[in-house]
């Protein structure tokens, strides 16, 4: 019996080994991107703001690794740079929508009843509106910069880390160990933050995980349709927008690198967060 209990849980092991490998590899991924986000400034070749007219798209050299744009920037000091706020952007709608969806979802499923349904009626209305045409109408009438916008997409992410939280947080109100320190007298701030909370953190992380990834590709469509970073910024998304005239003319490389380091810091998000999903809420995504 020992033997055959083996044999059926090792296979196991090894398949899941590869994908821990990959989760693995995308959070080495996220965190060399964060790193470049702090350190961006002082790992850059070059300013990355510094027009040389002489080397208009040039190619690839050794005073030039990635080339340079069409003012003769260099490419790897704008992607570098860049980073700081293709990142922090993205950073502050998570950041805001998670701990006020986060309240917003504890405080329905603790009291219930009509609040419950006064904060479900709500996210209902905000998740009609697409958080990318939300923070296009926001940024046209408060003008182009990326405050607006990221508050539009901090309010149109609520409904998407709420729902999820408030129904865990439904289930974990109602289970016996609540009611029981309930009946002890414990204050309710006391039982969110020593119990409900720390109980709900993985999936809220998990969540945030995911989500940045999201917030990313919207804030780069923002500024890729001029109404988020604006010139000389080296943003991610403005790069794949001030490159795509040199497209027709055969010169891709700032549309193409902007455009690769957008996909790999998303994709690197998902499938860290899918592996944080697995690994702590023990799902088999």
């Keep these: 019996m020992t033997t055959a ?7 196991k092991r090894r398949a899941g080994r590869p994908r821990d490998r990959l989760t693995l590899g995308a959070g080495c991924v996220v965190a060399l991107f964060v790193l470049l986000a702090v350190l961006g400034p002082l790992l850059a070749p070059h300013d990355p703001n510094a ?3 002489m080397n208009v798209n040039a190619g690839p050299s050794t005073t030039h690794l990635l080339g340079t744009d069409d ?31 986060t ?34 109408l926001v940024a046209a009438v408060f003008g182009a910069g990326l405050t607006a916008p990221v508050v539009a997409l901090s309010i149109a992410y609520l409904p998407l880390i709420t729902r999820v939280v408030r129904s865990a947080a439904a289930k974990e109100r109602h289970l016996p160990y609540v009611s029981a320190l309930q009946l002890l007298g414990a204050p309710t701030a006391r039982i969110w933050l020593r119990h409900l909370l720390p109980n709900l953190l993985p999936l809220v992380l998990v969540q945030a ?20 970073s604006q010139p000389p910024d080296p943003e991610w998304g ?8 040199s497209i027709l003319a055969g010169q891709p490389q700032q549309s193409l690198y902007a455009g690769i380091a957008i996909l790999i810091v998303v994709v690197a998000f998902n499938l860290l967060g899918t592996g944080l999903s697995r690994r702590l809420l023990g799902e088999n995504a």
């Design 5 to 11: 209990l083996f044999t059926r849980t090792a296979p």
């Design 51 to 53: 027009v040389d007219p």
């Design 71 to 101: 003012t003769g920037r260099d490419l790897l000091s704008r992607l570098i740079t860049g980073t700081r706020a293709s990142l922090a952007a993205p950073a502050v709608v998570i950041a805001v929508s998670t701990t006020l969806g």
């Design 103 to 136: 309240l917003l979802a504890l405080t329905a499923a603790w009291f219930g009843g009509r609040l419950d349904r006064l904060v479900s009626g709500a996210l209902d209305i905000v998740f009609g509106f697409p958080g990318l045409i939300l923070a296009v």
């Design 209 to 228: 995980t995911i989500g940045f990834g999201y917030a990313l590709l919207d804030v780069a469509a923002i500024s890729f349709l001029g109404l988020g």
């Design 238 to 245: 403005l790069m794949v927008s001030n490159g795509a005239p």
